[in-house]
């Protein structure tokens, strides 16, 4: 309990590092947000323009902007939206269902999916299907998901006709039965869902056939072999368990990505979560829905990082933090 209270502690230095970094990088990129209300209007006059900075605070010295902006952060707050004033706050929890709904689903298929696979490439080491998966994965992680994200659009969406390539719902969506929606959902989810899933399988499975392999190598493990132990029962029972440290650690860093790591799939798929709701911000120079979602990324980075170190210790009792 110390050691969480510590590390919580120690992480609010570290998030307001990354706030101050985000909102000075953000402020300091080319035009303001009033700009982009102004600029194609002719009637707009310089006065106009210079009442409509001072209506939303962007006259301010840039650090005074970001004492403001903390000081309404402390009642999680984090202003009103430059495009519609509603508040950045309700924006972003609306959005958010959706995006979780996506991220949970693709990271549970890609566990289910990397483990076996890291795990039968390192006992197959150096066979044809070591080599056949070895291949596989680095062809995957090699794709560019926005391609591949097009190609499926094309061929399921528009060939065959099969799946829906936009949006989470059907126009009739609220006429359905309940069995309906669900299946309607399903179908919405499947193209984004594949997209994430055959990106990302190689870096947890190469972290798992390498967690494996090294713990293969010990003497327990040769013990357990001279008992009479089949492959089965050394895998599950003694390996598995003590090859969770390298998951552990992928898994605990793939928490934000619930949160900001799905502005390419949400976009390109008219996908009505976070990531989408993040894009149409940068590009209007929304501030507070920019900072609202860098800053829930923010902790949930450090978030991850704690439950990742917690876990070590479930999963070897033989680590301890002080």
């Known amino acids: 309990m110390y050691y969480l209270i510590k590390r919580i502690i120690s992480s609010i230095p570290i998030l307001f590092g990354i706030t101050i970094i985000t909102f000075f990088i953000m402020h300091l990129t080319p035009g303001k947000p009033t700009d982009l209300m102004t600029d194609m209007n002719i009637k707009v006059t310089a006065e106009a323009k210079e009442r409509l900075q001072r209506l939303y605070g962007l006259d301010k010295p840039i650090y005074v902007q970001y004492i403001d902006w903390v000081k309404r952060l402390v009642f999680f707050d984090f202003g009103n939206s430059f495009r519609d004033a509603r508040p950045a706050k309700n924006k972003i929890l609306e959005r958010l269902p959706a995006t979780i709904l996506l991220n949970f689903v693709s990271l549970f298929f890609i566990c289910l999916i990397a483990i076996p696979l890291g795990i039968y490439s390192a006992i197959k080491k150096d066979s044809v299907i070591d080599k056949g998966i070895t291949i596989f994965l680095f062809i995957s992680f090699s794709i560019p998901s ?27 969506f609220n006429n359905m039965t309940i069995l309906m929606k669900l299946l309607d959902i399903s179908k919405h989810l499947i193209l984004p869902v594949a997209v994430s899933v055959i990106t990302s399988l190689a870096i947890l499975s190469r972290y798992t056939r390498s967690g494996m392999l090294e713990v293969l190598k010990q003497d327990y493990i040769k013990t357990a072999y001279a008992k009479g132990l089949t492959e089965k029962q050394v895998i599950i029972k003694h390996a598995l368990k003590n090859a969770l440290l390298p998951m552990i650690t992928i898994i605990g860093l793939s ?32 501030y507070p829905v920019v900072m609202g979602i860098a800053t829930l990324t923010a902790i949930l980075t450090l978030l991850g990082n704690i439950i990742a170190d917690i876990s070590y210790t479930y999963a070897d009792p033989r680590i301890k933090y002080k």
């Open 146 to 172: 926005f391609w591949l994200a097009l190609v499926f659009m094309i061929l399921f969406g528009v060939q065959l006709g099969c799946l829906p390539i936009s949006g989470l719902y059907s126009f009739d």
């Open 255 to 286: 928490i934000p990505g619930l949160i900001g790591g799905s502005f390419i799939f949400e976009t390109i798929f008219s996908y009505p979560g976070i990531g989408r709701l993040g894009y149409e911000a940068v590009m209007a120079r929304d």
